[in-house]
C-alpha cells in the first residue's frame, strides 16, 4: 500500500521562488515541530478560527427574524465600500455600530449571552486549546464581551484569558443589565496587534516568546508583524504570515507545538491521521510568489470542504442550535416576544428606505472609529 505523503514548503520569497518537500508521516511530523520556538505566550483568534460565525447570524435570525435579510445585504455592501475608502476594518460596521446601536439596544445582555453558550465551536477547538494552556493563551476578538466569554468558557479558559469588543451597558426599570448604545472598546484589525504589543511590553516578551493563530479575522497587520501562524487563512492573509497551515481540524496545528517529541505517540497515532495538515508553509520572507498562492488556496478548498462535512455530520446543525436557543428563551423570565416588538418597532422607520439606515450607519462608524483611533 503506498504511504500517504504530506506536504511541506520552505518560502524564499517572492523572487527566490519555494522549496516543495513531500514527506512521509513520521518525517513531517518531526520537521514540523522543529518550524516554531516554543513560546512563552500564545495569542488566539475567535471569530471563525475558535467558533464558526453562527453567532453572527443568530442575532439577526434570533432577534429581528425573517426581516433582517434585505438589511444584511444592504451592509455587507456598505460595509466592504467604507472598509476601502475609509481605511476602517470591515467588521467595524456590523460589529461596533449596527449590532449595538440599532439591533440590540434595550436587549438584555442575558439574551446574547444565550447565543455564545449555544453556537457551535469550531471542529478541534476544545482539544487545540487544552494543549496550548501551558502558553497563556490570551484571546483576542472583536465578538462582544457577553458572547465571547461564553466561546472562551467552553473551550477551559476564563475571563483572564480574553480581550473582546464591550458594548456600552445600563440598567433598566427591572434592574436588568441591558445594552444602551454605543460601545466602549472595539479589538479588532490593527487593535490586535496594539493589544498584543501592550501584552508582550506589560509581560516583558520579545517578537520570539509570542505567537499569533488565526484565519485571518485579526487582518493583514497582525500577521505580517508579529510571529503568527495562518490556519486555513483568507487570501489578504497568504503572503504575510511566517506560518501558514491546512488541515481539517484545529488539532491539526498541533504538528508545530510537539516541542522536544513530546506528543509524538498522539500525532503518530492512527486517531490523528485524519487531522494532520496537507500542507505547512514556513517563510524566511514574508513574501510569496504567485504559483505558491496558489497552491496555498489549492489546499484551503480542499481543506474548508473536509471542515464542511465534518461539521454537517457532527449531529448538531445550524437549525438545531437555533431550536434550543428559542427553547431556552422559552424557559427564561425575559419575555422575547416583547424584546423582537421593540426591534421591529425601532426598525420599521428604515422599511422603506433601507438605504437611510445605511447612511446613519456609516456616519456613526466614521465619527466612533475617529474617537477611538
Known amino acids: 500500500m503506498e504511504e500517504i505523503v504530506y506536504t511541506l514548503v520552505l518560502n524564499r520569497g517572492k523572487e527566490e521562488g519555494f522549496e516543495v518537500r513531500e514527506l512521509g508521516k513520521e518525517e513531517f511530523i518531526r520537521e514540523t515541530s522543529r ?33 433582517a435579510v434585505k438589511y444584511e445585504n444592504l451592509l455587507d455592501r456598505i460595509n466592504r465600500e467604507m472598509s476601502e ?126 505567537v499569533y493563530i488565526g484565519r485571518g479575522e485579526a487582518g493583514v497587520k497582525t500577521f505580517s508583524t508579529v510571529n503568527s501562524i495562518a490556519f486555513n487563512p483568507a487570501d489578504t492573509i497568504i503572503p504575510g504570515s511566517k506560518i501558514t497551515i491546512y488541515g481539517s481540524s484545529l488539532e491539526s496545528l498541533l504538528v508545530l507545538f510537539n516541542f522536544d517529541g513530546e506528543i509524538d505517540r498522539y500525532l503518530i497515532s492512527q486517531n490523528f491521521e485524519e487531522y494532520l495538515p496537507s500542507l505547512v508553509v514556513y517563510s524566511e520572507k514574508r513574501d510569496k510568489c504567485s504559483d505558491l498562492i496558489s497552491l496555498e488556496i489549492e489546499h484551503r478548498h480542499l481543506q474548508n470542504n473536509v471542515i464542511g462535512q465534518r461539521i454537517e455530520h457532527a449531529g448538531e446543525s445550524y437549525d438545531s442550535v437555533e431550536r434550543d436557543i428559542e427553547v431556552e428563551f422559552g424557559g427564561s423570565p425575559i419575555d422575547i416576544r416583547k424584546v423582537r416588538n421593540m426591534i421591529s418597532q425601532r426598525m420599521s422607520k428604515y422599511e422603506n428606505d433601507p438605504e437611510k439606515l445605511a447612511d446613519n450607519i456609516y456616519q456613526i462608524a466614521r465619527k466612533r472609529y475617529a474617537i477611538l483611533s
Do not use: H, W
Request: proline share 4%; glycine share 6%.
Open 35 to 67: 518550524l516554531l520556538a516554543k513560546p512563552r505566550k500564545v495569542f488566539i483568534g475567535l471569530g471563525d478560527f475558535l467558533e464558526i460565525g453562527d453567532y453572527n447570524n443568530l442575532l439577526d435570525s434570533i432577534f429581528f427574524e425573517k426581516e
Open 85 to 210: 475608502q475609509a481605511g476602517i476594518p470591515s467588521s467595524f460596521m456590523k460589529l461596533a455600530v449596527y449590532f449595538p446601536d440599532f439591533l440590540l439596544k434595550g436587549v438584555p445582555t442575558s439574551c446574547v449571552t444565550t447565543i455564545g453558550k449555544k453556537s457551535r465551536l469550531f471542529p478541534g477547538a476544545r482539544n487545540l486549546v487544552k494543549y496550548l494552556k501551558e502558553y497563556s493563551p490570551l484571546v483576542l476578538t472583536a465578538i462582544p464581551y457577553e458572547i465571547a466569554i461564553e466561546f472562551v468558557k467552553r473551550v477551559g479558559l476564563g475571563d483572564e484569558n480574553l480581550i473582546s469588543t464591550v458594548y456600552r451597558v445600563e440598567r433598566d426599570e427591572y434592574a436588568r443589565k441591558v445594552y444602551a448604545g454605543d460601545i466602549e472598546r472595539f479589538i479588532s484589525g490593527d487593535r490586535k496587534s496594539l493589544e498584543i504589543e501592550k501584552k508582550m511590553a506589560s509581560e516583558n516578551l520579545t517578537d520570539e516568546d509570542v
